[in-house]
């Protein structure tokens, strides 16, 4: 079974520039999450799809980030202006379903530097 | 909203020693307790979970235990060996009446396993 895939793996940009992430979750699952994993702590949930509806993007700072699920499939996520504290890797993933004890896959992450 | 405390951040261990990583948790509600192994530069991938409805789970050298009265559950990890240094975090899932769940990470504990 493929798992998830995520592009770019790394980024560099400088602040005030934008930047988007791709997300290809395992085939037919349901629900897709992006998380943000700043340097010595744990990820941290920005939005929550189910198909291609949101479900939970209550610590996404809107002003800044956007993020879409066309087609139920593949997402993307969208920084724009970056600033220097959006410096953290971009973990895509995905489940089956969507509901208490869901298993979620990773995908491998976006190194993102602004700065 | 959930809040997941874990200790210690930091854990050195010989081979052969057993390693045990500590959870608490907020949300009386969480129901679905997973367990992730992060190695460095790589994703996270589940290494055993327990659902509130069980004390105990075991996998081979890994075992899970849950005190819902408590909100407390850890990670025991017996007979360690090189290759279990990463990161290793625990979450709690916070689902909602809709129907939705939503995985709160704690800070992580790096563990070092010297040969």
């Known amino acids: 079974e493929a798992g998830v895939a995520q592009s770019p793996r790394y980024k560099i940009i400088e602040k005030r520039q934008s930047v988007a992430f791709w997300c290809n979750p395992i085939?037919?699952?349901?629900?897709l999450y992006w998380y943000q994993q700043i340097l010595g702590q744990g990820p941290k949930l920005l939005i929550q799809?189910?198909?291609?509806?949101?479900v939970d993007d209550s610590q996404l700072p809107k002003d800044r980030f956007s993020a879409e699920r066309l087609k139920g499939v593949d997402s993307t996520l969208k920084i724009q202006p970056a600033k220097l504290e959006d410096s953290a890797v971009y973990l895509c993933?995905?489940?089956?379903?969507w509901g208490r004890g869901e298993t979620q896959y990773f995908g491998p992450g976006t190194r993102l530097l602004v700065l | 909203g959930e809040n997941v405390e874990q200790h210690p951040s930091t854990l050195s261990v010989q081979e052969g020693d057993s390693a045990v990583i500590k959870c608490t948790y907020s949300?009386?509600?969480?129901?679905?307790f997973p367990w992730y192994k992060q190695e460095l530069g790589k994703r996270p991938q589940l290494i055993i979970d327990?659902?509130?409805?069980?004390g105990e789970k075991k996998d081979q050298r890994i075992a899970v235990t849950l005190n819902k009265t408590a909100k407390h559950f850890s990670l025991h990890i017996t007979e360690t060996q090189p290759e279990d240094s990463a990161v290793y975090f625990c979450?709690?899932?916070?689902?909602?009446?809709?129907?939705?769940?939503?995985?709160?990470f704690g800070k992580g504990t790096m563990l070092l396993v010297s040969p």
């Open positions: 993933a995905s489940s089956l379903l």
């Open positions: 327990i659902r509130s409805n069980v």
């Open positions: 085939s037919g699952h349901a629900t």
């Open positions: 799809f189910q198909n291609n509806g949101v």
């Open positions: 979450a709690a899932s916070n689902g909602m009446n809709s129907g939705y769940s939503t995985l709160t």
């Open positions: 949300d009386s509600a969480s129901n679905y």
